[in-house]
Every structure is written in C-alpha cells, then in structure tokens.
C-alpha cells in the first residue's frame, strides 16, 4: 500500500481578468502549488503571473478549439492528488458560479480527495460594478438575480423561469446575465414577452477589468443593434434595470485605473439611457 499522502485540490478564483484582483490567498496558491488546471477564462496576466517551475495545464473548455471533456479534469484532479501534489484547479472569477465548481468537489469528496474552495470575485458582480453600475442600490434595486444566458429561452424545459425574472426587473430588481452575447437577441425578446418594458436600461461590459474592456448601454429595445454595432463578443456580462442609469451620473469621474484609461472609447455606441427613449 502506497504511504503517500493525497493532496489538496484547491478550487480557486483567480477573479475577473485584471490580476490585481485575484486574493492574496489565490496568489500565495498559485506561487506555492506544484500543479495550476485552469481554464480558458482565467485572464493571461493572472496565468503569466504563475511562477516558471510550478506546472500548468490549461484544460480550457476550448483551448486549442478542444474541449476538455469535464469527465477527464475531474480525472486528472483526482490522480494529481493522489500522486501526493498540491493542486490549484483555477478558474474565471468566482470558482462556484457557472463554472463547475460544484460539480468538481462532488467528484472529489466521492474519491475522499480533500479540497478547499477559494472564493473569488465574479464577474458577475465586479462587471457592473467597474462600469460604475451597482449590482444593488437603496434607491434602485433590492434584489439581484444571477442567470446562464446561455439557454434556449423558447425550450420547454429551460430552467429559466422568464416571467419571474421579468417580474424581478418590474420590480426594480437588477437582472445580470451570463454567457450572454450570442442569446442576447433571444433573452432579450423573452423579457420584452414577459412584459418588461422596452426602455429598461440594459448595459453590455465586455473584458471587464482587461485592458481592453468596453462598455454599452441602451435599453431593452435597442440592446441588440448597439451590442452588434459595436461588434460585442464574448466574454461580456448583461445588466438589465434601473442600476443601469447610475453610470450617467458617475460616468463623468469613472475609469481612473489603468485599464479604464486605456480602453478604447466606445462612444459611437454608447446610448445615454435617458436620450434613448
Ligand atoms: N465563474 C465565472 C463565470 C463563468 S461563466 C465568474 O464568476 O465570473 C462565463 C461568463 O462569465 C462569460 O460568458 C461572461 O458572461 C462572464 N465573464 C467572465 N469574465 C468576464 C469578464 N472579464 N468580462 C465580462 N464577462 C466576463
């Protein structure tokens, strides 16, 4: 029987893209790991920033144009572990939310490979928030909803009950939407169905805290023509209520970080939510 000891399978967030803001606890993991698994989300600063002796195995789900079958990094977590190393399984922002995270430790605690979740910061929040939009706000929204745009709003099965979150949006609650870009059209016409009004403020952030990070706003109405004028690819993250309007106020003293002041402008498809109506 083998004497070795399992390692530890460390489930990480190396956070939105900028690799100021992954936490000292992913950093000291990352310096200190003897594998990093990440994926394809995980910003280049933060994969560059690994030490040169620590291995890396980039198992995004599209690397290469491959798909990493989540089967086979389930595997490997284990066999590293087993083979007696320290594993960081690196992910885009926050390792629990869409991202698999959840699945990764019930693969682990079924083969008693002992793991640690390290949180970090989603892009699901830190989007809206660079772009001056707050996710909640006293005067504008008490209610925040995470959601895949990824699905098929017209399937009958979809998990995405779009009369409650229409109704979340009515309410004045904040709707942001992942995995969004190539549904927008979709998504959007689904809470247009569900009776959102058409002059609900929508925002696009696209690389959010990258260099080249870019912002778009409109309305529910005129989303989907401003996203593909200006080209909006994935990864971007989708806001939809009220909070929206709160860059108008602050956009005048925002983007003093370094990534702000070297983005390019956007401003031919920047709709002011108030002229837009
Ligand atoms: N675990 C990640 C989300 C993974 S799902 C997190 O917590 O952030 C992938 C989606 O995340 C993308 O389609 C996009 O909607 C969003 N996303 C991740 N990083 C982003 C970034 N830097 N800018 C904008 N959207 C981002």
Known sequence: MSTMTTGTVYLVG???GDPELMTVK???????????????LVGDGVVDSIPHDVRVEPVGKRAGGERTPQAEINDRLVRAARAGREVVRLKGGDPTIFARGGEEAEHLARHDVPFEVVPGIT????????AGIPPTHRDHASTLAVVTGHEDPTKADSALDWDALSGLVDAGGTLVILMGVGRLPDNTAALRAAGVAADTPVAMIERATLPDERVVTGTLDTIVDIADAAGIEPPAVTVVGDVVGVRETVARCLGSSDAMAEAPVATP???GVTDSD
């Open 14 to 16: 190396a956070g939105p």
């Open 26 to 40: 992913a950093r000291r993991l990352l310096d200190s790991a003897d594998v990093v698994f990440h994926d394809s």
């Open 123 to 130: 892009s699901a929040v830190a989007a809206p928030g660079v």
């Open 269 to 271: 498809h920047v709709v």
